[in-house]
């Protein structure tokens, strides 16, 4: 257990939403990530659908509301899940949203909107339109990791993830300029990648998460060997 590692950091990722309007809270704003992992899953079909729900706040709550709140809905709550907390940008429009994943099925999403509105927390509302939009979103989490080679860690708790460090902050659009460039030349490009940043040591560690399946040390190396190519040219 020596090189586990716990940190607060953000991802940033872009990815396909569509709001939910049945089996919610009538008029909030519900939305799914239909396609999580894009870059991954254009390669491989997928197995099981992930269901990554965002329910959307009317304001945006600190971390230590959000975590008292998710803690004491989760000691009684009918599954086990997991959060982030954030925004997503759809249509130039921001919302606040807390991230949920791990719902065992879509029937247990009214039922955790109104125990986060018993704590609380106010839901976003609005009409039943239909909406299905890229969206620009950015997740606060806390981090459990483990490190695996020179500044290479996997996510104890969603093994799939997997973390390098680049050298300096990358704005969106460049970093989605390098990352074309690292897939579109490479035969081995079975990945999806996101940015962010882990708070750790004290200060901002700048960092690419890459989603796999199976991950492994060598695959891993020559992706960040890749990246960094293209950030330092």
Known sequence: MTNIIECFGLITKEEELTNITDAIIPNTEVYEANEPFPGYYDCYPKEIKPVYIYLTTQKSYTYEEIIRCTQDI???????????????????????????????????IKSLQEEYVKQGIELKRTSKKKIKAQAIIKLNKLFQLNKIDDDIFIDVNEH????????????????????????????????????????????????????????????????????LYEITR
């Open 74 to 108: 989760q000691k009684s709550f009918d599954c086990q899940f997991s959060i982030a907390w954030g925004t997503i940008t759809i249509y130039n429009h921001k919302l606040n949203v807390i991230r949920i994943l791990g719902l065992k099925n879509y029937g247990l």
């Open 160 to 227: 799939a993830h997997a973390y390098f460090y680049i050298p300096k902050h990358l704005p969106w659009e460049q970093f989605v300029e390098i990352t074309k460039k690292v897939k579109y030349n490479w035969n081995q490009s079975m990945f999806d990648a996101a940015i962010g940043y882990f708070y750790i040591n004290f200060k901002l560690q700048d960092i690419i998460r890459i989603y796999n399946k199976n991950p492994d040390t060598k695959y891993l190396q020559l992706i960040k060997e890749k990246y």
